[in-house]
């Protein structure tokens, strides 16, 4: 049994309605409550949180360090962009995750090409919308049991 920890970052709270042609109609409740049934069946406990403070993102990565969590998976948002606290915090931890995005970054503003995250995690999922995510745990269990053949 793994324990994996969802972090979502600023506005994310707000999917459903922010911009849907970005990043789609569900909730992020409806995206992390399938997350959460994918990774019982598999045998995995999945918590999830979101904020959209910083400090409270960098705060969060720690305690998953004192929490014995295994794998992260994180969307920072906008702070992939821009936030070195938060890639610090995830080097600190020694954590290995998973960055997601439902949005294509790459498609998107030259701003959002840049990620300060992407050199260190274990893969990048980007583009699928809430699938994103999905994707991110499927590639994480897979880690932990090789699929045979
Ligand atoms: C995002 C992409 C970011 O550029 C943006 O600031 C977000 C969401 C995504 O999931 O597509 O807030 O991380």
Do not use: K, W
Not at 45 to 63: A, K, M, P, R, Y
Not at 136 to 149: D, F, H, K, M
Request: glycine share 10%; proline share 4%.
């Amino acid at each position: 049994m793994a324990r994996i920890l969802v972090i979502n970052g600023p506005n994310l709270n707000l999917l459903g309605n922010r911009e849907p042609e970005q990043y789609g109609y569900r909730s992020l409740e409806e995206i992390m409550g399938d997350l959460v049934r994918f990774a019982g069946a598999c045998g995995h406990e999945l918590t999830h949180v979101q904020s959209n403070g910083e400090g409270e993102l960098v705060d969060i990565v720690q305690g998953a360090a004192t929490s014995a969590v295994d794998y992260i998976i994180i969307n920072p948002a906008a702070y992939t962009h821009t936030s070195v606290a938060l890639r610090d915090a995830l080097i600190a931890v020694g954590i290995p995750f998973v960055e997601v995005h439902l949005s294509s970054v790459q498609a998107r503003e030259d701003f959002r090409h840049r990620s300060y995250f992407a050199d260190i995690a274990m893969g990048v999922i980007s583009g699928f919308q809430g699938e994103s995510y999905m994707l991110a745990l499927q590639a994480i269990v897979n880690r932990i049991e090789p699929p045979a053949g």
